[in-house]
């Protein structure tokens, strides 16, 4: 068993933690893991990624390009920016969410609308699951799950061989008891957005 | 949460960084003093080690700077317990003095220094490869691929130190060092060692004859050093009984692995590289016809194989660059080259509009930088939105003349073409040639606005500044015949406000200062469409740059600008500098109580140590003051005018001077309640194409603020032209 997968977003998003959680899952399933972290110098608002590795075992944290089997997206740019990394067919988990980054700070490359941005990434990826994160955050009334969201998305993968348990260990285990409960419905949420046709 | 490194049971797996791991493999070698300076990817280390300095009984202390972390390193080792300093690589730089001598003096109690190198300089201002600093200091070197490499590397690197009397180097790279991995703990070891110092004047003392003689035993240790480096459990040959062998060290080793099938070479892995295990590497290369080397950055083995006269195909051969790291892409490249592995057809590259670096949203740095972009302020105008509607000079005349007469106005829209058209008003030139041309000496300009006066009683109309002006932006009254000038209506310019294509902003700002910058958040001021900072060399380097070009007799007022934590670490040296040796430079101290870029851990400003107890506060302006600084402002940046009228006080001052901008980083506290844009807006640009906030877009109609991006630090709506920003609350 190996399964890489690539989260990319936008700092700030809880890229981060998020790839940390499914490596710790991983890890009390049994299998080895490793991940490595993309991100410049900034604290807040640059482009974030993260390589997660998971398997019987593991060498190295980065993935090849063309290689990853699923790339987790928590914003449209960014998710269409880890598409060179997704292996031909592959699997894509995008917040539906743009953030266009700010005009006067980006050099070069001309802006593409989020309905371009999104045709790209369904042009590219086998299968594209689309899910409007923000609006479920609000709806549990807090715009900070929206990565947990997007874990619970993963975890209903039939590529994911995590446990929804181990999971939901690794979870409680990283966050603050008050953030728990929130956290665990929107997992749920997020499970329940992955829809298959 | 519990701790990464102090929960798991001995002989589990835990997920570690390789940072986490040195930490670990440090308790489980009982070390007893860690001291660091933050630096990136270095960093976790002694966070992992504050963590549990309770747990372990572990005294660990952000240092102020490395040499300073590496003395009390020293220190605690030469009074016979183990110590760990670790440090990015830049700091071994700053370390070095004490580093190369602690070679001669050997050590006591076992000490490990920790350096992560950056190869494709994730967050540093160089590359250098730590590989080298060993074989010029003579201090072994471990090299980590991993994080259990760096966990085990860590924890024996003690018992080499202890073997030698060494101080010995664990090296990683960014991708080990923030790269988590499962890794295999074990069990934490007791020590009993009572701390004690033995004076031992010819060991401890490096005058001459103590040094020399301290030099030979050196040399004798490295032969030791070499028998260890070549039995080194850390350097294991796996000979699958192949033709070609590779000889790998650090991450690009387990790239080759994870690409290659592992079966069809022999594999000798290096970890313990200086001194280089020669012995090893010859009887390796007695089993293989052919050998490939990879490594990251410069070629250190390759180069010790050489000298070995062992033929092999390294960096040049396989195409391979010292510059950057390796991603498993760059080495599938140069093994399919090789014919040992497939290409990957790759699809072509998507062309999207990057998304770089940048300050925060709520940053005080960026309010700090465009009150010193805009210090001198003047109307400009886009001339794809003037549509030449001549409001401005309406607006203009009366404001100015009482009269509803555009004449007499001070702002003039010029039509440049059928198209476009432009409105036109003083650019506060830098020693202003209308000044220079007044005959009568009419003209003043003000040293710290900018902005130029006229003198009606001695103007007599000449016209002279008209044509020395460039921008054809003085005019004359119609009836007094005296020059006009724009003078910004005291700094909220009316034409500006009234402008109903929103073409006039007051983002005008003048290039006529130097700002030499410094190692932090800070530095990302050098980025659009802030680009206010002009260098950044290392360190506290910024100070004595600019002390170094008023010397060489710049015209342009020089300001340096540095973080409170950089200023802590290297920049008082530098301050006390200008103030003896007498340069007019303003030094600025952004000090937002906390190094930043790295996490935010404690500086000697904060209140708070490592282990987050109360500290003694250190006071930056006393500092300044004591050094010999007699002019010493403190503004708080979020008040953009109060900053600019300090700025403009300084810009009148000759000699050393000091602004201190206190703040303390938004991302530490609660978020202040969010802003959103009005209907007033009319898409001037300010708030984003001077101010820079990437809380906030725009659009050919209006600005808009993102809500979950935006910190509600509020300065934008200080700035904003239009009062076209407000709170939510």
Redesign the interface.
């Known amino acids: 068993m190996k399964l890489d997968i690539i989260f990319s977003g936008?700092g700030?998003q809880g890229v981060v933690v998020i790839s940390?959680i499914f490596?710790?899952a991983a890890?009390i399933d049994g299998f080895?893991?490793?991940?490595?972290?993309?991100?410049?110098?900034?604290?807040?608002?640059?482009?974030i990624g993260a390589h997660v590795r998971i398997g019987d075992k593991?060498?190295?944290?980065?993935?090849?390009?063309?290689?990853a089997d699923i790339v987790v997206g928590f914003e449209v740019?960014?998710t269409?920016?880890a598409?060179?990394m997704l292996k031909p067919k592959g699997t894509v988990v995008v917040n539906t969410k743009y953030?266009?980054?700010?005009?006067?700070?980006?050099?070069?490359?001309?802006?593409?609308s989020q309905e371009q941005l999104l045709s790209?990434i369904r042009a590219?990826a086998g299968v594209v699951h689309e899910i409007d994160g923000?609006a479920i955050a609000k709806k549990l009334g807090n715009?900070l799950v929206v990565n947990t969201v997007l874990l619970g998305a993963l975890s209903a993968l039939p590529e994911n061989p995590v446990q929804e348990a181990s999971l939901k260990k690794a979870m409680a285990?990283?966050?603050?008891e008050k953030h728990v409960e929130v956290n665990l419905n929107a997992f749920q949420r997020g499970k329940e957005s992955v829809k298959f046709r | 949460?519990?701790s990464k490194i102090a929960d798991g049971k001995p002989n589990s797996?835990?997920?570690l960084n390789g940072d986490e791991a040195i930490a670990r493999g440090a308790v489980e070698a009982s070390v007893k003093v860690a001291a660091s300076y933050p630096g990136t990817p270095a960093t976790e280390i002694l966070e992992a080690l504050a963590e549990v300095a309770k747990t372990f009984g572990i005294y660990a202390e952000w240092s102020v700077n490395e040499i300073v972390a590496m003395e009390v390193a020293a220190g605690a080792s030469m009074a016979g317990v183990r110590a760990i300093v670790s440090m990015k690589h830049v700091g071994l730089n700053v370390a070095a003095d004490a580093a190369m001598t602690l070679a001669y003096t050997g050590v006591e109690g076992g000490l490990v220094i920790a350096v992560c190198d950056d190869p494709a300089l994730?967050?540093s201002q160089n590359e250098q490869d730590t590989r080298y600093f060993a074989l010029h200091s003579n201090l072994p070197l471990l090299d980590a691929g991993?994080p259990q490499e760096a966990l085990d590397m860590s924890r024996e690197a003690f018992l080499v130190s202890e073997k030698l009397q060494l101080p010995v180097i664990v090296r990683l790279t960014t991708?080990v060092a923030?790269?988590?991995?499962?890794v295999r703990i074990r069990e934490v070891a007791r020590s009993s060692r009572k701390p004690e110092f033995d004076k031992n004047i010819s060991r401890w003392v490096m005058v001459p004859s103590n040094a020399i003689k301290q030099h030979r035993a050196l040399r004798e240790k490295l032969e030791i050093a070499a028998e260890l480096a070549n039995k080194s459990e850390f350097n294991i040959i796996e000979d699958n009984g192949k033709e070609i062998g590779i000889i790998g060290s650090g991450?690009g080793y387990?790239?080759a692995?994870?690409?290659l099938d592992t079966s069809q070479f022999s594999w000798l892995k290096l970890g313990f590289v200086y001194p280089f295990p020669s012995e090893l590497v010859k009887k390796f290369a007695s089993k293989v016809k052919k050998i490939i080397v990879v490594e990251e950055l410069r070629p250190y083995l390759e180069s010790n194989i050489q000298c070995l006269h062992v033929d092999i195909l390294g960096k040049n051969k396989l195409g391979l660059s010292e510059i950057g790291e390796f991603?498993?892409?760059t080495l599938?490249d140069a093994f399919a080259e090789l014919g040992l592995c497939e290409r990957?057809?790759?699809?072509e590259?998507?062309?999207?509009?990057?998304?770089?670096?940048?300050?925060?949203?709520g940053c005080p740095h960026r309010a700090f930088y465009y009150a010193l972009n805009t210090v001198n302020q003047f109307v400009s105008c886009k001339p794809e939105k003037c549509i030449g509607c001549d409001i401005c000079e309406y607006v203009c005349s009366l404001e100015k003349e009482k009269s509803f007469n555009p004449v007499k106005s001070r702002i003039r829209a010029v039509r440049l073409d059928a198209l476009s058209n432009m409105a036109v008003t003083c650019r506060v030139c830098k020693d202003a040639p209308c000044v220079t041309a007044c005959p009568k000496n009419a003209l003043r300009q003000s040293v710290e606005s900018g902005i130029v006066t006229v003198d009606d009683e001695k103007c007599d109309g000449c016209g002279w500044c008209i044509e020395a002006c460039e921008y054809g932006a003085i005019t004359l009254h119609r009836d007094t015949r005296k020059a006009l000038v724009c003078d910004t209506c005291g700094g909220e310019p009316l034409c500006i406000q009234w402008c109903p294509e929103g073409a006039l902003n007051f983002g005008g700002k003048t290039t006529d200062k130097i700002v030499t910058g410094d190692i932090g958040?800070y530095?990302?001021g050098c980025?659009?469409?802030v680009n206010t900072v002009q260098t950044c060399l290392c360190m506290g380097g910024g100070i004595s740059q600019a002390a170094g070009m008023v010397h060489a007799g710049v015209k342009d007022k020089v300001f340096a600008v540095i973080g409170d934590s950089t200023f802590f670490h290297a920049g008082m040296p530098g301050l006390l500098n200008i103030a003896y040796n007498k340069a007019n430079v303003c030094v600025i101290i952004l000090d937002n109580h906390v190094v930043?870029?790295t996490?935010h851990q404690p500086t000697p400003g904060s209140g708070k140590n490592a282990l987050g107890e109360d500290a003694k506060i250190v006071n930056l302006a006393e500092i300044a003051r004591s050094l010999g600084i007699e002019k010493v402002e403190l503004v708080d940046p979020y008040d953009v005018e109060g900053t600019k009228k300090a700025i403009r006080d300084i810009m009148e001052y000759n000699g050393p001077s000091v602004i201190i901008a206190q703040r303390p980083c938004p991302?530490r506290l609660e978020r202040g309640p969010a802003r959103e844009v009005l209907k007033e807006c009319n898409a001037c640009g300010v708030c984003?194409?001077a101010f820079?906030?990437?809380a906030?877009?725009?659009t050919a109609e209006r600005a808009e603020i993102?809500p979950?991006?935006c910190y509600g630090c509020g300065v934008c709506e200080t700035i904003c032209p239009f009062k076209a920003i407000r709170s939510t609350a």
């Open positions: 936008v700030g940390d490596c710790e890890l080895d893991a490793a991940k490595a972290e993309i991100h410049g110098m900034a604290q807040r608002g640059g482009a593991v060498e190295a944290p980065l993935i090849e390009s063309g290689k740019l960014e269409a920016r598409l060179p953030l266009p980054p700010n005009a006067a700070l980006a050099c070069s490359g001309k802006p593409l790209l590219r923000f715009m285990s990283r966050l603050k | 949460m519990g797996f835990v997920l994730h967050s991993s991708r923030h790269g988590k991995a499962r991450i387990y790239y692995r994870s690409l991603t498993p892409d599938r990957t057809a790759l699809e590259t998507l062309d999207l509009p990057p998304r770089p670096p940048t300050l925060c949203p958040c530095t990302l980025l659009p469409p930043a870029m996490g991302l984003v194409e820079g906030c990437p906030i877009s725009l993102d979950t991006l």
